[in-house]
């Protein structure tokens, strides 16, 4: 089957590099054409319209910011939705509300298939074809698709109808975005009783506040990164829908809220273009 790919930001690149990689024919298209350049060279086609790159394409991936994206891609003049062939199917591997997937998945053609398929593991999974994707939708449609996100992900889990796999996905936020904060309170707890911070992964390691992410952000935490793996601005869109799904649900959820707050004060204080790791100057006290 023919494969496109809309959208090549931190994820959305690496994951067509190892679709390249993999053996994929793939055609890409991205707002920024430069952003594809490499891609070329590896032997992907560029699109110059998302409609043109829905008529050489059966499945069509997209790996977008948000729903605002995701509408101007798929319905927008020269969109995705524009063209009028049949048996398409759409992979949206971004992040959006429950209720933005399906209203967006009920506007497209007759004979087109969509999978909410948001994804976690950052780019590093990205890059090294170890995503987790968390997939709602009609299994048989995933079925077709599967070869092609096992070029980057080692997990696919059929999650149940349209609006699942971002419902899992809201799931996994809800804890990773906690589980960032408690790291940087409990480094700015270690600090502030003068013990030697960096070592609380190595000291926790194997106990019950082990975790992948411990590690990973004590050490970023320490050596605040130039380059962002996942923004602040990123965390605090997915908190919002966690948010507003839990109001809608009326669902309890008094530590994310709280975390929502913390989030909210860092991107107020600058800090929405960086790395997630930043939070902890929040906590500092600094600007």
């Not at 998945?105 to 398929?117: E, K, N, S, Y």
């Not at 997990?155 to 609006?163: C, D, K, L, Q, S």
Request: net charge negative.
């Amino acid at each position: 089957m023919r494969v496109g790919f809309v959208g090549l930001g931190r994820m959305g690149l690496p994951m067509c590099q190892r679709l390249l990689q993999a053996g994929h024919t793939l055609t890409v298209w991205n707002r920024s054409s430069e952003k594809a350049h490499d891609l070329i060279k590896q032997g992907a086609q560029l699109a110059t319209t998302p409609a043109q790159l829905a008529a050489q394409s059966d499945i069509i991936l997209m790996c977008l910011f948000d729903a605002a994206a995701i509408e101007t891609v798929m319905y927008g003049e020269q969109g995705l939705a524009s063209v009028t062939s049949t048996n398409k199917i759409i992979v949206d591997h971004a992040t959006v509300s429950p209720q933005q997937t399906k209203q967006l998945a009920a506007r497209l053609p007759q004979g087109w298939i969509w999978l909410d398929a948001p994804v976690s593991g950052g780019t590093a999974g990205a890059e090294a074809g170890t995503l987790a994707v968390m997939v709602g939708g009609e299994a048989s449609a995933l079925q077709q698709v599967q070869p092609y996100l096992q070029a980057y992900a080692a997990r696919i889990t059929h999650m149940g109808a349209v609006g699942a796999g971002q419902v899992t996905k809201l799931c996994n936020q809800t804890i990773v975005t906690a589980t960032i904060a408690a790291i940087a309170e409990a480094v700015c707890l270690a600090q502030e009783a003068h013990i030697d911070s960096k070592q609380l992964a190595t000291a926790l390691a194997g106990g019950w506040a082990d975790s992948t992410l411990l590690p990973i952000f004590v050490e970023r935490m320490h050596n605040l990164p130039s380059e962002a793996t996942a923004t602040v601005q990123t965390m605090l869109k997915d908190l919002t829908a966690i948010t507003d799904l839990a109001t809608l649900q009326q669902t309890a959820m008094p530590v994310t809220h709280t975390v929502y707050q913390l989030y909210q004060l860092a991107a107020k204080r600058g800090l929405e273009n960086v790395d997630v790791s930043y939070i902890i100057q929040t906590l500092q006290g600094k600007q």
